[in-house]
């Protein structure tokens, strides 16, 4: 989602800024833009598209400050003019997050004659701060405002036409840290846009407003200036490096088997809470990171007395927590800054509510909110679509209820999984022209489904359902039709009969099956018209084998219908906004 980078220096700040965007470019965009102070004035270049075509614009402009941006439309479609820097008289800003009442400030702001080109919201927070500075002259007196007159989540960079050396920044509920160096400091949405030049940096909080110059920085918090704690980022950052692969995602399938000994190798009890104590234990995620949940729940809900269960984080924080039960809100997030999970987090802080995070991104803000901390250890993720970090989800999971897994087995089960590969090219082939499909599963086999269909939906644009197999006949039944696919898996042997009974359903009506089986389970051929055996292992690692098989059909069908895979249409790698 939207990335901010800011310089102020003596080197030459367009270039710094757009090797800052670029590391900002996993997180996902629709344009970008850069706005630099030379001779008291900020020229702003922006375009849609990539950081690419956005470079090919910059003149030569030597600068030594300036603020940067890559949008992900909210208001208003991606195009150039609703790209960021916005600038309204003097005053020019990049922007991260939604001002939830923009609509109501623009109004008055167009009562006092500004006029606006673009549909953004940012605009509007450009105007208003304008507007401010006309009357107050002083940045921080105008933010200390803008704080009062907003709501919403917002990261802000502004320049002043005229003060040549100076980046004003704020937030509120979206990131922003500030880089601090040798006679020159940054801004920035996350530490590694800016690890090339400084490890140090400064983490600022909800309603922080800052001034940062070549050789100061000035933090205000609640109208005071606060001391400035200067944190060190000390671990290295994996290079960004396709490998040889067509494609990040299929790079990062073929991670999993190192993952998955990292992440059992480094699981510590140690840094988890005593899970017994509690009488409840929510589980609350988004997207994928939902779906690991449920596998979560049903692993945990084997081992713990406690009532546990899996809540999508953007309904999950607008809920109250019953207060009489002793609870722990386990958060599982890959990077680290998903608005929902990070606000429910907060929400359980405020109701000194225990909170456990399985979070991926090293210092990410909801590792740095939550009070027990699991680091999965999946390593830089840069498909947009989550392959490996769910997968070292699971195997937190797995392995809080197990810590003893036995690593060499899985690890073997992976690659020997992972050599399937042509057998899921054969089902792309199959799956590639269909414009709808659906997976079934039962239990931890509906679970798998539902990541199966994220997947190949978010992907390849095809529609998927995913269904528990028992429930098929209670309505989804009727659209079953002469060859209407289905991709059904089963795992779990306990229930493979059952699920078995549900393929005859849907055979019987002409449907197509591609089943996904553990190897000892024996399903007649009649049963399904394609067939893809697993290997087995210890029970609660099984999924972790079927969704390779998942990934890896939903990545050829995208490859096969020509899609954007590691950046599909409309998605972000960090979801910072509502
Ligand atoms: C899908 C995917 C998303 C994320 C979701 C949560 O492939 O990656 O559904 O799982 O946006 O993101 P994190 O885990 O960063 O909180």
């Known amino acids: 989602m939207c990335g901010i980078i800011g310089y102020v220096g003596s080197k030459n700040a367009p270039a710094i800024l757009i090797e800052g965007l670029k590391k900002l470019e996993y997180r996902g965009y629709d344009s970008a833009g850069i706005a630099v102070l030379k001779n008291n004035k900020t020229i702003i270049t922006k375009e849609k598209g990539t950081i690419c075509k956005l470079e090919e614009k910059l003149k030569e402009n030597m600068s030594t400050t300036g603020i940067g941006h890559t949008r992900w439309a909210t208001h208003g479609v991606p195009n150039k003019i609703n790209s960021h820097p916005h600038k309204v008289e003097n005053i020019t800003i990049v922007h991260n997050g939604i001002i939830e009442n923009y609509l109501e400030l623009k109004e008055k702001l167009i009562n006092k004659g500004y006029n606006f080109k673009s549909d953004t919201d940012s605009e509007v927070a450009c105007a208003l701060i304008c507007d401010l500075f006309k009357e107050k002259n002083d940045m921080q007196k105008v933010l200390e405002e803008f704080k009062k007159i907003t709501r919403g989540a917002y990261a802000i960079g502004v320049l002043i036409d005229g003060v040549e050396d100076k980046i004003y920044a704020i937030r509120n509920k979206s990131p922003l840290i500030i880089g601090v160096s040798e006679e020159e400091n940054f801004i920035a949405s996350d530490v590694p846009a800016i690890l090339e030049y400084t490890n140090k940096y400064i983490l600022l909080e909800d309603m922080d407003i800052a001034i940062i110059g070549k050789n100061d920085i000035s933090i205000f918090r609640s109208n005071k200036k606060i001391k400035n704690d200067i944190k060190i980022f000390d671990k290295k950052v994996d290079k960004i490096d396709k490998n040889g692969y067509k494609h990040f995602m299929l ?59 899996t809540h999508i984080a953007s309904e999950y924080r607008y809920k109250d927590i019953n207060p009489n039960f002793k609870t722990l809100v386990i958060v599982i997030s890959q990077s680290g800054e998903t608005a929902d999970s990070l606000e429910v987090i907060k929400k359980a802080n405020e109701k000194n509510i225990d909170t456990l995070g399985i979070i991926n991104v090293y210092k990410s803000s909801i590792a740095r909110e939550v009070k027990y901390l699991v680091y999965t250890k999946a390593g830089f993720e840069i498909s947009v679509a989550t392959t490996k970090a769910y997968l070292s989800q699971i195997t937190t999971f797995a392995l809080m209820v197990n810590s003893k897994l036995n690593k060499e087995e899985i690890v073997k089960a992976i690659n020997k999984t992972l050599k399937l590969e042509q057998d899921c090219i054969n089902i792309a082939k199959k799956i590639k022209n269909q414009e709808n499909l659906f997976f079934i599963g039962r239990g931890i086999d509906h679970y798998i489904g539902l990541e199966g269909s994220l997947k190949l939906k978010e992907i390849s644009y095809i529609h998927s359902e995913a269904y528990p197999a028992g429930e098929l006949k209670h309505g989804t039944i009727s659209l079953v039709s002469k060859n209407t696919p289905f991709i059904a898996t089963i795992t779990d042997e306990v229930i493979s009969e059952k699920t078995i009974s549900n393929i005859k359903e849907v055979k019987a009506r002409d449907g197509n099956i591609t089943l996904i089986a553990t190897e000892d389970i024996k399903v007649n051929e009649d049963y399904y018209d394609s067939l893809i055996q697993i290997p087995k292992v210890q029970k609660d690692l099984q999924p972790l084998l079927a969704i390779i098989i998942l990934q890896l059909i939903s990545y050829h069908t995208a490859r096969l219908r020509g899609c954007d895979i590691d950046k599909p249409r409309n998605l972000a790698k960090s979801v910072t906004v509502e």
């Open 251 to 309: 790079k990062e399938i073929n991670e999993q088997p190192d993952v998955i000994r990292r992440t059992i190798e480094s699981f510590s009890k140690k840094d988890l809470p005593n899970l017994t104590k509690y009488e409840k234990i929510d589980i609350v995620a988004c997207g994928s990171a939902y779906h690991a949940g449920l596998i979560g729940e049903h692993l945990l809900s084997k081992k713990l007395k406690a009532v546990i269960t």
